[in-house]
């Protein structure tokens, strides 16, 4: 409309300047309902600090696995059944739901397990 700003207005009067500026007003509120952006932002900022938190945890994933590794016989499940690949394999999916399913069960192992993964250098920070 703005282009043919001046066919419109040589059709009818009607199609002027104030009227062009009306019906782009009418436009950004119809455009703000379907795509609000401020919620698109806010969305955006959520999600980066989801990724951040998914990143944050291969490290302790790694650790994790290290003490098990270190205590060997004494505590006798494999990272597999520990649950730390399957965790490691959901947060690099970026898998939020799997990763909170996953931690309850290395959470429960950690748990069976506090005393001998301990002893290998565990922490309660980690924990």
Not at 23 to 37: D, G, H, M, S, Y
Not at 43 to 58: C, H, N, P, S, W
Not at 114 to 121: D, N
């Amino acid at each position: 409309m703005e282009r043919d700003l001046k066919d419109f207005t040589t059709y009818s009067s009607t199609f002027d300047g104030p009227y062009l500026a009306a019906f782009k007003t009418r436009i950004e509120i119809v455009q703000e309902l379907i795509q609000p952006n401020s919620e698109t932002v806010a969305l955006k900022v959520i999600t980066d600090r989801i990724y951040q938190t998914l990143d944050g945890l291969i490290s302790p994933i790694n650790y994790l696995e290290g003490y098990l590794k270190l205590a060997g016989r004494q505590v006798p499940v494999s990272s597999a059944d520990f649950g730390l690949v399957q965790l490691r394999r959901r947060v690099r999916a970026r898998d939020l739901e799997g990763v909170l399913k996953q931690l309850h069960t290395v959470g429960e192992n950690i748990k069976k397990y506090k005393k001998e993964l301990m002893a290998k250098g565990l922490t309660e920070p980690l924990i």
